[in-house]
């Protein structure tokens, strides 16, 4: 996960923000991301008496549970948290698929629209025979062997958009930050295939 904070008031054991990351500088302090925990954890030092930053990982899990926040920093952290998840997906989709133990291939847009043309063209002709280039090379298909290809594509992608959904429920019936943040972001999915 990218390195997310909470900006806090630690004097109210309050959450302050939704998530987001740190820029090398806030307000007057530069380098605010180069700081301690604990330099980070209350600002009073730099003139911010009731502000800090707390960063969202597991070693700060018990500091979090600590913590309160209003019901729309809690809302706005789940829709951050879903955009987590729909990028870790996307991230996921874009790893090579290798099939059959033999080639490999990357399901770029340029990639998913060559393969809708060739369905299409194997649909109309039953006979066809053609190379396919892949990241390893060329692969000879017969239409029958490409449909099944195209076919065993699509399925891996809607799985993959299952588990984004399945994460996006989970994230939506969590009714604390803490349950939020504890989630496993990550789309697990075997990134093989067999025709």
Request: proline share 2%; hydrophobic share 40%; charged share 30%.
């Amino acid at each position: 996960m990218v390195n997310l904070y909470f900006e806090i008031n630690p004097k109210e054991k309050k959450i302050l923000s939704a998530p987001k990351e740190l820029d090398i500088n806030w307000k007057n302090i530069s380098g605010i991301i180069f700081l301690s925990k604990d330099e980070l954890y209350d600002l009073s030092w730099a003139g911010y008496t009731g502000s800090g930053f707390l960063k969202i990982d597991k070693e700060n899990i018990d500091i979090i549970k600590t913590f309160n926040c209003d019901i729309d920093i809690l809302n706005i952290t789940k829709s951050k948290f879903k955009d987590i998840a729909s990028n870790n997906r996307y991230e996921k989709e874009l790893q090579p698929l290798l099939i059959n133990d033999r080639f490999s291939i990357q399901l770029t847009e340029k990639f998913k629209l060559h393969l809708l043309m060739k369905y299409n063209e194997c649909i109309l002709n039953n006979d066809l025979k053609f190379n396919w280039k892949t990241i390893g090379g060329h692969i000879e298909f017969t239409s029958e062997e490409f449909l099944k290809l195209y076919q065993k594509v699509q399925n891996y992608i809607q799985n993959l958009f299952d588990l984004e959904i399945d994460l996006h429920k989970k994230i939506e019936q969590c009714e604390s930050i803490l349950s939020v943040i504890q989630l496993d972001l990550e789309i697990n999915c075997d990134n093989k295939i067999k025709l």
